[in-house]
């Protein structure tokens, strides 16, 4: 199906620029911001996993792969379903983890999204999968919306990195 394939390439894009941001940095690497009010790559990489994670697990009714074991290796000082969204400075500053346990996290999260795509026909991409918002979203929007919001946060964890590399 067209529609699958062009969401998985999608969502393999986000992957790919993951994969080439994350490897080889050390945990200071990733917690590094450019300013108190920046976020780090870590926190970048972290949040748009778990709002894939979580928007995904909604849609496909199932368990967020983060609750599956996840939570307990990152040991984050927040709540156990926060996403990252609206964090303050302090709580970008909170997220920490090594390179290994962001990409197996994120590797996770993927596998769980290209499996649910794999399970999609084309009628079910227009069922509203959101009421509170005027239009109503459908599945192919929050879809959408996922990979927007990931690729964004993606380029800017390529940025940091690049702010890295010249800084040593």
Do not use: C
Not at 21 to 35: H, T
Not at 61 to 82: C, I, M, Y
Not at 141 to 150: F, G
Request: proline content about 3%; aromatic content about 8%; charged content about 20%.
């Amino acid at each position: 199906m067209v529609s699958n394939k062009l969401l998985t390439d999608a969502f393999g894009r986000i992957q790919e620029v993951i994969h080439q941001v994350v490897p080889g940095l050390s945990r200071e690497d990733l917690a590094f911001r450019p300013n108190e009010s920046a976020n780090s790559i870590g926190w970048l990489v972290w949040h748009l996993t778990r709002i894939q994670d979580d928007h995904i697990a909604g849609v496909a009714r199932t368990k967020q792969v983060w609750h599956t074991g996840w939570s307990k290796q990152f040991a984050l000082p927040l709540e156990d379903n926060d996403t990252g969204y609206g964090h303050s400075s302090k709580d970008v500053a909170s997220v920490q983890a090594s390179a290994e346990l962001l990409l197996g996290y994120y590797d996770a999260v993927h596998a769980a999204t290209i499996n649910y795509l794999q399970s999609l026909k084309d009628e079910d991409y227009d069922k509203v999968v959101d009421t509170r918002w005027n239009p109503p979203v459908t599945l192919a929007v929050r879809l959408i919306s996922v990979i927007t919001d990931d690729l964004q946060h993606a380029g800017q964890a390529a940025y940091i990195r690049g702010l890295l590399n010249n800084k040593k």
